[in-house]
């Protein structure tokens, strides 16, 4: 996985609850990203990074937020976490993307 | 009009065929396109990378791209079952390092 880790790896939630999802990379890449992949959608784009504090928004970023303090780390936040936010997440590093192993979260 | 379209498929192929994935795109700037697997419950792994017209070859996967035809296809020689699996194509946006990905092919080989 390209050093690349995700936490957690599964996650069951109530709705309004906040949740914050971990990405860490030992290959000091300056891109990440963050991935949501549902049935139907394929991989969609919620926020990337190209570097310490400098983040950006993708495709589907509504309701989330991000940060990025550390090289190492990119953090996704899910202020109140919605039924419709349930999916596998992905974060991604580097300029041809290599894929941690995925978060499921389910959000009841 | 989506960005990125592939066969959405089944394909199924027998052992030993060859399998051909096809992928179209909207974004004439795009400038890289990427093949990647993925077997189920997994992380997409990347496969294949093409960055100029022609072809790609890199043991039995070859990947072509045609700009003028905005057209990048997979072709996987000798099919085994090992490559059941759901292929992503993915492209750049101009100017930009995000990527745009179709939804998938899923490929059956059948021994």
């Known amino acids: 996985d390209a050093g690349i880790t995700q936490s957690p790896r599964h996650k069951v939630t109530e709705t309004g609850t906040p949740v914050t999802l971990r990405c860490h990379q030992t290959?000091?890449?300056?891109?990440m990203y963050w991935y949501r992949q549902d049935p139907g959608h394929g991989l969609r784009l919620i926020h990337y990074?190209?570097?310490?504090?400098?983040?950006d928004k993708g495709e589907v970023s509504d309701g989330y937020s991000v940060s990025r303090s550390k090289t190492e780390d990119f953090l996704l936040t899910l202020e109140s976490a919605t039924s419709s936010q349930t999916s596998v997440y992905f974060c991604?590093?580097?300029?041809?993307?290599?894929f941690g192993p995925g978060t499921r979260l389910t959000v009841l | 009009q989506k960005e990125v379209e592939q066969n959405s498929g089944p394909l199924s192929v027998p052992e030993g065929a060859i399998a051909s994935l096809n992928c179209t795109y909207s974004?004439?700037?795009?400038?890289?396109f990427f093949w990647y697997r993925q077997y189920s419950g997994k992380s997409p792994e990347l496969i294949m990378s093409?960055?100029?017209?022609g072809d790609k070859e890199d043991g039995r996967f070859t990947a072509q791209l045609n700009k003028a035809s905005q057209y990048v296809s997979l072709l996987i020689r000798d099919s085994q079952p090992s490559d059941s699996a759901t292929y992503l194509c993915?492209?750049?946006?101009?100017?930009?390092?995000?990527?745009?990905f179709g939804t998938g092919t899923r490929l059956t080989v059948i021994p």
């Open positions: 991604a590093i580097g300029n041809e993307q290599f």
């Open positions: 290959e000091n890449h300056r891109y």
């Open positions: 990074s190209y570097g310490v504090k400098d983040t």
């Open positions: 974004d004439r700037g795009s400038q890289s």
């Open positions: 093409i960055y100029s017209n």
């Open positions: 993915a492209g750049t946006t101009a100017g930009a390092n995000n990527l745009f």
